[in-house]
């Protein structure tokens, strides 16, 4: 597989209460493409930061963040924003939809920076949510779902200008255990089927289980990458 996402001496601190906190510390990490990855490690290890600076969220203090081929330490912010549009999608642990869009409504947002006209993204969120087993819910809104549901819908808006890159935080945080393994089933069936390069930052081993390898943080630096020997 090609190397799809690479930090090469990647530095980034934040000021808090006037002294600079290191997050992450010249961390040099490879991933290869179409591959599903677990991000792990205490709090304030830097997997969120980590994953905000390959989703182009923020940038890195020094060193070079390369998604493609493409060096998004070069890019200025409405490059950066040009670049997320059509490279990448986002799923939360709160999920961040809007109660007050249907589900095909908040699937069809992130198309409304592509050149796509209106048939256009109405049919490609569809699809994107039949992908999800959702084709029966779009014109349900937020508080008509339930929380797996909510997600399924996230994940529909993360893939609906087809990215090659997922970067999900927590995705199963706020869900039972019967819904979150529904949820990285279908993170997976994304990874196997379609080809996509996902990323995930977790806390749960269980969810951990589903990856194809797990890396390890600590203190902004890189710890072991293990290959996982159950793939969920």
Same mark, same amino acid.
């Given at each position: 597989?090609?190397?799809?996402?690479?930090?090469?001496?990647?530095?980034?601190?934040?000021?808090?209460?006037?002294?600079?906190?290191?997050?992450?510390?010249?961390?040099?990490?490879?991933?290869?493409?179409?591959?599903?990855?677990?991000? +792990?490690?205490?709090?304030?290890?830097?997997?969120?930061?980590?994953?905000?600076?390959?989703?182009?969220?923020?940038?890195?203090?020094?060193?070079?963040?390369?998604?493609?081929?493409?060096?998004?330490?070069?890019?200025?912010?409405?490059?950066?924003?040009?670049?997320? !549009? %059509?490279?990448?999608?986002?799923?939360?642990?709160?999920?961040?939809?809007?109660?007050?869009?249907?589900?095909?409504?908040?699937?069809?947002?992130?198309?409304?920076?592509?050149?796509?006209? /209106?048939?256009?993204?109405?049919?490609?969120?569809?699809?994107?949510?039949?992908?999800?087993?959702?084709? =029966?819910?779009? =014109?349900?809104?937020?508080?008509?779902?339930?929380?797996?549901?909510?997600?399924?819908?996230?994940?529909? /808006?993360?893939?609906?200008?087809?990215?090659?890159?997922?970067? &999900?935080?927590?995705? @199963?945080?706020?869900?039972? /255990?019967? @819904?979150?393994? &529904?949820?990285?089933?279908?993170?997976?069936?994304?990874?196997?089927?379609?080809?996509?390069?996902?990323? +995930?930052?977790?806390?749960?081993?269980? !969810? &951990?289980?589903? &990856?194809?390898?797990?890396?390890?943080?600590?203190? %902004?630096?890189?710890?072991?990458?293990?290959?996982?020997? %159950?793939?969920?």
């Amino acid at each position: 597989m090609a190397e799809a996402i690479q930090l090469r001496s990647v530095t980034k601190a934040y000021q808090r209460a006037g002294e600079s906190l290191r997050v992450l510390d010249e961390l040099d990490l490879t991933m290869a493409g179409g591959t599903f990855y677990a991000l +792990m490690g205490p709090s304030g290890s830097g997997k969120t930061t980590l994953l905000n600076l390959v989703g182009g969220l923020d940038h890195a203090d020094s060193g070079a963040v390369l998604v493609g081929d493409v060096d998004l330490t070069r890019l200025d912010g409405g490059e950066l924003a040009a670049w997320r !549009a %059509g490279n990448v999608g986002f799923v939360f642990q709160g999920f961040n939809l809007l109660p007050v869009l249907t589900a095909r409504e908040n699937v069809e947002l992130p198309l409304q920076l592509t050149p796509l006209s /209106r048939r256009q993204r109405r049919a490609q969120a569809e699809r994107a949510l039949q992908l999800v087993g959702l084709g =029966d819910r779009m =014109d349900h809104k937020p508080r008509e779902l339930s929380g797996g549901q909510e997600q399924r819908v996230a994940i529909a /808006r993360a893939i609906a200008t087809d990215p090659q890159v997922i970067l &999900a935080d927590e995705p @199963t945080g706020d869900l039972d /255990r019967t @819904t979150a393994d &529904a949820v990285l089933q279908l993170l997976q069936r994304l990874n196997r089927e379609l080809g996509k390069t996902i990323l +995930m930052v977790t806390h749960d081993p269980q !969810a &951990a289980g589903y &990856a194809d390898k797990i890396i390890h943080l600590d203190k %902004g630096k890189l710890g072991r990458i293990e290959t996982n020997p %159950g793939r969920g």
